[in-house]
């Protein structure tokens, strides 16, 4: 079982509809939680951090984290094509050793 | 923002030509990591430094070595590239963690894109 998963995609949204995407993890002393996107060929952007249950929004997008349940998730609203991209979800574990999934990669069709 | 910096950006090289990738922060992060990426796969972490002196191997195996003399430069360097070594490096940042989450954060550098002809 890899540390962090994530559905590899690809993930495919309307125009303004809402991209869900899910990432699970198995170390269950992990303490904070990162979503990363990336564009082709670009270098990943770190776009939002977690580290309390519940909800955290900022702007368009959401962060979701249930420890209980060892999953984090990103909700993007009113996708835009521009949100074509790469994410990666990345979470801290015992030991502060920063472990990366291997993306999602989303399709915002017009 | 990031204060991350890589170069040289873009590199194509021939056979056997010794290489460093630089790689500097301004951010005062201790901790300094190397990923090595191929288009549309997972970052591997070939890699880290948590401080002066300090270098380890990372998860994937690299023929490149790295070195660590002052907090804000961490070079990756090549010293006979071989076609296989043709991959975009990501040069990575992170703080000590401390009284805010947000320390333990981690930014990228913009890359390098290497080929070796």
């Known amino acids: 079982q890899k540390e962090v998963e994530q559905n590899s995609g690809p993930l495919s949204v309307p125009e303004g509809a809402i991209a869900s995407l899910n990432c699970t993890y198995s170390d269950r002393g992990s303490q904070s939680f990162f979503w990363y996107r990336q564009y082709s060929g670009k270098s990943p952007e770190l776009i939002m951090s977690i580290y309390s249950n519940g909800d955290k929004e900022d702007g368009r997008f959401t962060a979701q984290l249930n420890k209980a349940s060892q999953y984090v998730s990103l909700l993007i609203r009113d996708s835009q094509p521009s949100d074509s991209a790469t994410y990666l979800c990345a979470v801290i574990a015992a030991g502060n050793k920063l472990t990366f999934g291997g993306g999602t990669r989303v399709l915002v069709k017009p | 923002e990031a204060d991350i910096y890589q170069t040289p950006r873009y590199l194509v090289i021939g056979t056997g030509k010794k290489i460093t990738l630089e790689c500097s922060q301004t951010?005062?992060?201790?901790?300094m990591y190397w990923y090595q990426q191929d288009p549309g796969m997972e970052l591997h972490l070939i890699h880290y430094?948590?401080?002066?002196?300090?270098?380890e191997k990372g998860d994937l195996s690299s023929e490149s070595t790295v070195s660590r003399i002052r907090t804000e430069h961490f070079p990756l360097t090549l010293e006979s590239a071989r076609p296989s070594h043709t991959s975009q490096y990501l040069c990575a940042s992170r703080g000590a963690g401390g009284s805010l989450p947000s320390y333990n954060e981690q930014f990228f550098g913009p890359g390098t894109r290497l080929t070796v002809l």
């Open positions: 951010m005062g992060h201790d901790k």
């Open positions: 430094s948590y401080g002066v002196n300090s270098t």
